[in-house]
């Protein structure tokens, strides 16, 4: 089973801002929440992950909890080709090999 | 142009009629993986490799074989395919760096749509 709790789907309008919550009530100390997305049929894609801080990089932004039990991706500004599945795991190298995915969250750009 | 590579990109067959599906990639990953994603159930991990000749069992392995002669590649063996293996299959590779660190990115092939008659 997944670790992580996804809405199933979502919608934003074009030009918001994008935020997808995952849970991850049971997560360890050292283990660190990473974001991927699907678009279409394509292979999933990296976009963030993050242990504790919050982080930003060039496609989104990463909040996590201080109890670490759940995190928020952001798109800052959402457009059309944003539209993809966004799965919300948690790993840590070397001991959660498994890399478990999930079903992840449909978001919807409404333009 | 790193990357990695999955063949066939699609593949028809008829049960009972064994196939391989091959992955490759050239970034010298230790990590390599197999997914299969099917309507309604998402990503479910099939086999994964931490290094050559080292495979483990994912969480639906059923039906399936692995092997890792070589550290670039990581074919995927259905020894007696069966209509409930039709799906689209996902090969992917990272490398791995630091036991009990963040572990790195994955990098995904672009799938393999396999229907089995």
């Known amino acids: 089973d997944a670790k992580t709790t996804q809405p199933t789907s979502m919608d934003c309008a074009e030009g918001r801002a994008a935020n997808l919550p995952c849970n991850h009530s049971?997560?360890?100390?050292?283990?660190?929440v990473y974001w991927y997305r699907q678009i279409h049929s394509q292979g999933p894609q990296y976009i963030i992950h993050g242990l504790k801080n919050n982080e930003t990089n060039e496609m989104a932004s990463l909040i996590i909890t201080e109890d670490r039990k759940s995190s928020t991706l952001i798109l800052p500004h959402a457009t059309l080709r944003d539209t993809a599945v966004y799965y919300c795991?948690?790993?840590?190298?070397?001991?959660?090999?498994?890399?478990?995915f999930g079903k992840g969250t449909r978001l919807h750009i409404l333009p | 142009e790193a990357q990695v590579t999955q063949n066939p990109r699609y593949l028809i067959t008829v049960t009972g009629k064994k196939l391989t599906v091959t992955c490759s990639q050239n970034m010298n990953h230790e990590y390599m993986s197999w997914y299969r994603q099917d309507p309604g159930l998402g990503l479910r991990q099939i086999y994964y490799?931490?290094?050559?000749?080292?495979?483990d069992k994912g969480d639906v392995p059923e039906g399936y074989k692995v092997s890792r002669k070589e550290k670039r590649n990581f074919p995927l063996i259905l020894e007696s395919p069966s209509p409930n293996q039709t799906s689209l299959y996902f090969c992917?590779?990272?490398?791995?760096?630091?036991?009990?660190?963040?572990?790195?990115?994955?990098?995904f092939g672009s799938g393999t749509q396999l229907s089995v008659l």
């Open positions: 992917a590779s990272s490398p791995f760096r630091d036991r009990g660190g963040p572990g790195e990115k994955l990098f």
């Open positions: 049971t997560i360890s100390g050292n283990e660190y």
């Open positions: 795991i948690v790993r840590v190298a070397g001991r959660d090999d498994k890399i478990i």
């Open positions: 490799s931490m290094n050559v000749e080292v495979t």
